[in-house]
């Protein structure tokens, strides 16, 4: 069984906050939402990750909700680089592997 | 900074051929893991090594095989290829001891296309 949930595509204006919405209503307690983007063909990229509190770096900010059960990933100026499959993976962090399901095209518009 | 190196970018072989894919890690990274991604697929997870020993397995064929050597780059060997093997082939590189932090470093990944 998928363990998240995400639309299967996305438009967002150039300069607009990009908002992806993740479903994760079966995340155990010692699980974290991890992010990632893969731009065409390139290797996947690391976005941001957490376990319950809200997080932010450089590249986006992560708010999950009091019951951890979903999770949105923000850019908050997304550019045409931006342009992506974005991916939300819940894990304990203690696998040796990262699996991917099936993300979000985003796609950034002028 | 350094990245994760693969090598090499592009391949092309014929059915029934052997490939060899390489993986150098990002210095001091003990950890290396194998993906394949298939045209409109997501990665998939095929392999991985921590400190030379193999770690996890996922769907990967009885047809490969890998290994990760004591200067802790790694090979994924592919023999009696066939045409659904052509594929984006990624590396991926961690420490171990940083994996809470989920942060996997990829490569460019290694294009196989097999006639």
């Known amino acids: 069984d998928a363990k998240t949930t995400q639309p299967t595509s996305m438009d967002c204006a150039e300069g607009r906050a990009a908002n992806l919405p993740c479903n994760h209503s079966?995340?155990?307690?010692?699980?974290?939402v991890y992010w990632y983007r893969q731009i065409h063909s390139q290797g996947p990229q690391y976005i941001i990750h957490g376990l319950k509190n809200n997080e932010t770096n450089e590249m986006a900010s992560l708010i999950i909700t009091e019951d951890r059960k979903s999770s949105t990933l923000i850019l908050p100026h997304a550019t045409l680089r931006d342009t992506a499959v974005y991916y939300c993976i819940v894990d304990t962090g203690t696998a040796s592997k990262l699996t991917f399901g099936t993300g979000t095209r985003l796609q950034v518009t002028l | 900074a350094a990245g994760v190196i693969q090598s090499p970018r592009h391949l092309i072989k014929e059915k029934r051929e052997t490939a060899t894919l390489k993986c150098y890690p990002i210095?001091?990274?003990?950890?290396v893991y194998w993906y394949q991604q298939g045209p409109g697929q997501d990665p998939q997870f095929l392999i991985s090594f921590y400190e030379k020993m193999q770690s996890d397995k996922g769907s990967i064929p009885d047809r490969f095989s890998a290994q990760q050597f004591s200067d802790y780059h790694s090979e994924l060997n592919m023999s009696s290829l066939e045409l659904g093997d052509s594929a984006l082939y990624f590396c991926?590189?961690?420490?171990?001891?940083?994996?809470?932090?989920?942060?996997?470093?990829f490569g460019e990944g290694s294009r196989l296309t097999v006639l």
């Open positions: 079966t995340i155990s307690g010692n699980e974290y």
């Open positions: 210095p001091r990274h003990d950890t």
């Open positions: 991926a590189s961690s420490l171990v001891s940083g994996w809470i932090s989920g942060e996997l470093f």
